[in-house]
């Protein structure tokens, strides 16, 4: 929530209103819940999670079949989706020092597409 919280200082900059954060269990869920939110009509989506490595590869699939999914909604609906999902492999250690950049980068990104 901090990321989020943080990095709507870049909403003041920019000519977009960011929404109430739609929160999902897990990763597997991000692509349904942005196919909704760009299906009521949002001119875009930030993503933002954390894929943890873990002891398996699960994680490392889970990783590729969401980004896949989230490329196909933006070609699907021609708007921009914001990647500020951190991993997958992503360490505890290395988790708090991205949170901010990641979910800033993924504003800027989807701002930027929208200009």
Same mark, same amino acid.
């Given at each position: 929530? #901090?990321? +989020?919280?943080?990095?709507?200082?870049?909403?003041? &900059?920019?000519? +977009?209103?960011? &929404?109430?954060?739609?929160?999902?269990? $897990?990763?597997?869920?991000?692509?349904?819940?942005?196919?909704?939110?760009?299906? @009521? /009509?949002?001119?875009?989506?930030?993503? #933002?999670?954390?894929?943890?490595? /873990?002891?398996?590869? =699960? $994680? &490392?699939?889970? $990783? &590729?079949?969401?980004?896949?999914?989230?490329?196909?909604?933006?070609?699907?609906? /021609?708007?921009? +989706?914001?990647? /500020?999902?951190?991993?997958?492999?992503?360490?505890?250690? =290395?988790?708090?020092? @991205?949170?901010?950049? =990641?979910?800033?980068?993924?504003?800027?990104?989807?701002? =930027?597409?929208?200009?």
């Amino acid at each position: 929530m #901090l990321a +989020v919280v943080r990095a709507r200082a870049t909403e003041l &900059q920019a000519p +977009v209103t960011l &929404q109430d954060p739609t929160w999902v269990p $897990g990763a597997f869920e991000v692509p349904l819940a942005t196919k909704r939110l760009l299906g @009521r /009509g949002c001119d875009a989506v930030v993503t #933002l999670g954390i894929i943890e490595r /873990g002891q398996t590869m =699960h $994680g &490392q699939a889970m $990783g &590729q079949a969401v980004l896949s999914a989230l490329i196909d909604l933006q070609l699907e609906y /021609g708007r921009p +989706v914001g990647l /500020g999902i951190i991993g997958p492999g992503a360490e505890p250690e =290395h988790i708090a020092p @991205r949170l901010e950049p =990641h979910a800033r980068a993924a504003i800027e990104a989807v701002v =930027h597409m929208l200009s």
